[in-house]
């Protein structure tokens, strides 16, 4: 791919996302999204997309991933038309989630096969409610219904000889997501986050099941890891196991919550440092699927944080932007290297990867 940038870049949003109305204080509110879209078309990014409007998930579709009687239950309250919450406590809806979240589910689903059929070439899914933490049976962590695990699933059944990549770098451990694909061969999930933090699970020895060992990716880093770190566990824990994966897509849930502003957690990531994560991953893209990836936003509740964040990554989609190479002054934590050398250590027998014997975090991008 040449410098020039790319108009074929898709953004699904809808306003219907808005009326996911939040409980008062309640960190995942219409707000987020706001701010993005403000940052969006104050930065002139939202005129080089091609804004579409997601068509609406119909059960059968969220079926692929998501139990029946789940579905079912989870349509029946939202239809009520009332608020409430599908949880323990945390995972809200109010009287506009039924449209919201069948929307966010179709925007993913949609995207994803635009990108296939060759349509558009990349995109963003602008939506809410987020998804990575729900199960199939179960709301969790703010999630209704697992968004990018649904497109994913769509992928794989519309193309079974397809493969599919999954990076997590919001702050949080997917959970739902490893679980609904960890006996799923054609999938790949890699996942950075804080541990300890919610949802407690995202260990170095989850590494999928059965002909699935292999594909499920965990790198769990310690409060205070920063740009270096995350860095790091990206270029010498992910991108060598996608390599030897070799997707035909790659799809993000894309979380900004480990930004040092952002004090859902206890990392420093700054915008910086993120964009060095959207320039790797779009570039990994243009190097193993012929660019096609497709990004879905999650967490992230400081407005400015997310919004420069979903920004950044929109403008690295059209071209604009991207770094090609990197080096850092400081280096990572020796936690992060022994990390990410004990992952790679726990599924080397499928993938043969050459451990890096250093701290370096210089790198050229492809």
């Not at 270029?235 to 480990?258: C, N, R, T, W």
């Not at 932007?321 to 990390?339: L, R």
Request: glycine fraction near 8%; charged fraction near 20%.
């Amino acid at each position: 791919m040449t410098e020039e940038t790319h108009t074929n870049t898709v953004c699904f949003y809808d306003d219907v996302f808005l009326d996911h109305i939040a409980p008062i204080d309640h960190p995942e509110c219409p707000e987020r999204l706001r701010s993005v879209i403000q940052q969006l078309e104050d930065s002139g990014t939202w005129d080089k997309l091609d804004i579409k409007k997601p068509p609406r998930a119909d059960t059968a579709e969220i079926g692929v991933v998501h139990k029946p009687q789940y579905i079912s239950a989870v349509e029946q309250k939202l239809m009520r038309g009332i608020s409430g919450y599908l949880d323990l406590g945390d995972t809200y809806y109010s009287p506009g989630t039924y449209n919201a979240a069948f929307m966010a589910v179709g925007a993913g689903i949609e995207l994803c096969a635009g990108i296939m059929e060759s349509k558009w070439l990349r995109g963003l899914a602008l939506v809410r409610p987020p998804g990575h933490h729900a199960e199939k049976d179960q709301a969790m962590g703010f999630c209704l219904f697992n968004n990018i695990a649904v497109a994913a699933a769509s992928v794989i059944s519309r193309y079974p000889d397809k493969k599919v990549a999954i990076i997590d770098f919001d702050v949080h451990h997917g959970n739902g997501t490893q679980n609904i694909f960890y006996k799923e061969s054609r999938v790949l999930y890699c996942s950075i986050h804080q541990s300890p933090l919610y949802p407690g699970t995202g260990h170095i020895d989850e590494n999928g099941f059965g002909e699935a060992f292999g594909t499920n990716i965990n790198i769990p880093l310690p409060p205070l890891s920063g740009d270096v770190d995350w860095v790091y566990a990206m270029i010498h824990g992910i991108i060598p196991v996608m390599e030897k994966f070799q997707p035909d897509i790659i799809l993000v849930s894309a979380g900004y919550d480990a930004h040092k502003l952002d004090h859902i957690s206890s990392h420093t990531v700054t915008d910086n440092g993120f964009a060095l994560l959207h320039s790797i991953l779009v570039k990994a893209s243009e190097k193993l699927c012929e660019g096609r990836i497709g990004v879905f936003m999650e967490g992230g509740y400081h407005l400015g944080a997310l919004a420069t964040g979903m920004n950044n990554f929109a403008q690295t989609l059209c071209n604009h932007n991207v770094i090609t190479n990197f080096n850092f002054e400081n280096q990572p934590a020796h936690t992060t290297v022994d990390t990410v050398s004990k992952v790679i250590g726990y599924v080397n027998s499928r993938w043969d990867i050459k451990l890096k014997p250093d701290m370096e975090v210089s790198y050229e991008l492809y």
